[in-house]
């Protein structure tokens, strides 16, 4: 299975600022794949991150907000902008398993606004 | 749309008891679904992946069984014990997406 590390593992930030999160693989993959999961509710996804191409948004997600870099096959980042305490939440990467049935996940990045 | 709830949301049970974790979907045209766990710090792992054509699957003291006609899953813990503590997830494939219900907390005391 892929071995995903993700940094910072946890932050506390001001309302309007913006926090970048990493996310890095340890192993060449087409797509990587940004989580939200806020407190008592499941996982939504964010978007999809292709490397080379733009980032694909999940309604209810937009690119001013959470902008995604991927520079490369192993690496991308996500960026939460002009946080408010409604962000507060962990942001998970994860990848296709080589099978493409499931995804392996980060750890995860918990993330409370003030 | 598709919907993923899983009942109970949290659950404490002594140490050596079985469980049952009850997932339901309103779409059952799903291509599988999965069981997670998620530890804190941890991110998730799976532990069982069920195809749409497979009405279960079993792996050590888990077994997972799938009934996609009436859009419900269950995950049965055999002989609990307390490293099972952890949150489950179930999730189901649609199209591309992973699309997760909101868990159930599950506490194991010795």
């Known amino acids: 299975s892929a071995v995903i590390s993700q940094k910072p593992s946890r932050d506390i930030c001001q309302r309007g600022t913006s926090l970048t999160i990493q996310c890095q693989v340890d192993s060449q993959v087409t797509m990587m794949f940004w989580y939200r999961q806020q407190p008592g509710q499941s996982l939504t996804l964010i978007a999809t991150?292709?490397?080379?191409?733009?980032?694909?948004?999940e309604s209810g997600f937009v690119i001013d907000k959470f902008p995604i870099s991927r520079p490369n096959l192993t690496f991308s980042t996500l960026t939460v902008s002009n946080m408010s305490p409604e962000d507060s939440s962990i942001y998970l990467c994860?990848?296709?398993?080589?099978?493409?049935?499931?995804?392996?996940f980060g750890p995860g990045t918990r993330l409370l606004v003030l | 749309k598709q919907e993923v709830t899983q009942i109970p949301a949290a659950l404490s049970v002594p140490e050596g008891e079985n469980l049952v974790l009850n997932c339901s979907f309103t779409?059952?045209?799903?291509?599988?679904l999965q069981w997670f766990r998620q530890d804190p710090g941890k991110g998730l792992t799976s532990l069982l992946l069920?195809?749409?054509?497979?009405r279960e699957q079993t792996s050590g003291r888990l077994n997972a069984s799938l009934d996609k006609s009436s859009g419900r899953s269950t995950l049965y813990i055999a002989a609990s014990q307390p490293g099972d503590s952890a949150t489950y997830l179930c999730?189901?494939?649609?199209?591309?997406?992973?699309?997760f219900g909101t868990g159930t907390r599950l506490q194991v005391f010795p």
């Open positions: 994860s990848v296709n398993s080589p099978s493409g049935e499931t995804q392996y």
């Open positions: 991150a292709n490397q080379g191409s733009e980032a694909t948004y």
């Open positions: 069920i195809q749409s054509s497979q």
């Open positions: 779409d059952s045209a799903i291509y599988n």
């Open positions: 999730a189901v494939t649609n199209t591309d997406k992973l699309i």
